[in-house]
């Protein structure tokens, strides 16, 4: 299938933007498949929203080239053209001298070409050397297009293309102009999600526009096909363990929870169990016959007052995990599980109390990017010593103590640089900060659903 890499000269150039511009004007014509470089939720929900097919992460840290193919192949069909959205600058990853970790490995893995987005603004001749530095630092990149972002007018445009053909070989694809009034909003931890944002079917009916002006559409197709021919192979990847007919688990999904990756939920489908969707702030208790909880990350310091206020949604999952039901519960999901969260402006509100801890909400990141997680004894996950390669990204802290099951540790260059411990477990399963992609190792997925099936069977169900 055709597709491209929208990649960015540095975080902050405008690549989400352009490359949701993009994906509104091709989902006029065609089934686009989008795809996000990095353990990135917020973006994904606008592609999600924007082309009506659920985002992808491709993350080369945390998933082998094979479980990358195989997702890459696995998720694009049933569409017309790939377009993924890289994260930070192209060769930006997850230390010096390495690219794993970044847009320009995922661009090696898939062999698909590049398109930059560069930021014009007080630039005329100048531009070229950037674009020649990006497309001569590695030969295994084929960076095939760019576009100019904050270019102030058509003539401004015509001096930077013209710069860029006459020193390098690189295609200019148009520009946008600065435009305020399609800017995205955004909080402490990056944009506002696409379901707050009332103004968003403007906004990008507004985007596109600006995009089918000035970006060469055709011209990025066309660049996108010619790479059809290249048919990318993964050796298979086992997904499925065995068929768990029978088998609901019930996922926390609102504005207060979002923060998952797709792919773990459809290996929930893969293996035959039904997945329920419920709302800790809008429902009023958990469905029923349920044999496993996840809560994902999110917002729930937003929307700390709405959660306070449903005590019978409160009681229902205390009353549900005081049974055993097997459960996970990621980042936001671990501070709702506590008894109370702290705003930032240290207002107090009641959570479930489950855990016996609060959750406080700080000025600064307190975890920040990829880790090594190991398991320091048994629990739902697996046993002592596996591991799985995970990512932290949060501002909130809770209060310690309480018996944890995880062992973190952050490298660079082979050496650690952080170690922590995390993973809250109490009954049948744990709360923890690190998000996990199930691919980086399929065992902690297994374990999870065997704890679920053992509660199903002592149900007599």
């Known amino acids: 299938m055709a597709g491209v890499i929208i990649a960015g000269t540095n975080s902050g150039v405008g690549k989400t933007t352009i490359s949701m511009g993009i994906m509104k004007v091709l989902s006029q014509e065609m089934i686009v498949q989008p795809y996000k470089v990095g353990p990135d939720y917020i973006d994904t929900a606008y592609h999600t929203y924007i082309t009506n097919r ?123 102009k600065k435009v305020e009034n399609i800017k995205l909003s955004s909080r402490h931890l990056g ?92 429902d009023e208790k958990l469905p029923d016959n349920i044999h496993g909880l996840m809560f994902g990350g999110g917002f729930p310091e937003v929307f700390a007052k709405e959660l306070e206020q449903n005590e019978t949604m409160k009681n229902s999952i205390l009353e549900k995990l005081s049974s055993g039901i097997p459960y996970i519960a990621e980042c936001g999901g671990l501070m709702y599980l506590c008894n109370n969260i702290y705003d930032f402006d240290s207002n107090k509100y009641k959570m479930v109390g489950w855990f016996n801890k609060d959750s406080y909400m700080t000025k600064r990141l307190q975890r920040f990017g990829y880790a090594e997680l190991e398991l320091t004894e048994k629990c739902i996950y697996g046993e002592e010593s596996d591991k799985a390669r995970v990512h932290e990204f949060h501002r909130s802290k809770v209060d310690e103590g309480g018996k944890k099951v995880f062992r973190l540790k952050k490298y660079r260059k082979n050496k650690i640089t952080k170690e922590w411990n995390c993973g809250y477990e109490k009954g049948n399963g744990l709360g923890a900060y690190a998000h996990i992609h199930y691919y980086t190792n399929l065992k902690f997925f297994n374990n999870f659903v065997k704890k679920m099936d053992e509660f199903y069977q002592s149900q007599g169900e």
């Not at 068929?243 to 290996?267: P, Q, W």
């Open 191 to 282: 944009l506002v999600p696409s379901f707050e944002n009332e103004t968003l079917d403007g906004l990008l009916t507004e985007l596109a526009l600006h995009v089918k002006e000035t970006i060469d559409i055709d011209g990025l197709v066309k660049l996108g096909k010619e790479y059809n021919k290249t048919e990318i192979k993964s050796n298979h990847v086992k997904s499925v363990c065995e068929s768990y007919k029978g088998l609901r688990v019930a996922i926390a999904k609102d504005e207060a929870f979002n923060f998952y990756y797709h792919d773990n939920l459809d290996l929930f489908l893969e293996n035959d169990i039904e997945i329920v969707t419920f709302s800790p702030i809008h």
């Open 54 to 176: 659920k985002s992808r992460n491709l993350d080369s840290w945390m998933l082998t080239d094979d479980v990358i193919k195989y997702l890459y192949n696995k998720n694009r069909l049933g569409s017309d053209f790939a377009v993924i959205e890289g994260v930070m600058g192209l060769y930006d990853g997850a230390e010096i001298g390495s690219d794993i970790g970044s847009t320009a490995k995922i661009a090696k893995i898939l062999k698909l070409p590049v398109v930059l987005v560069v930021n014009g603004g007080g630039l005329s001749q100048s531009i070229a050397a950037i674009v020649k530095g990006y497309a001569d630092f590695d030969s295994q990149i084929d960076i095939k297009g760019v576009i100019f972002n904050n270019v102030s007018s058509d003539i401004h445009y015509y001096i930077l293309k013209e710069a860029v053909e006459t020193y390098t070989d690189v295609k200019p694809l148009g520009y946008l």
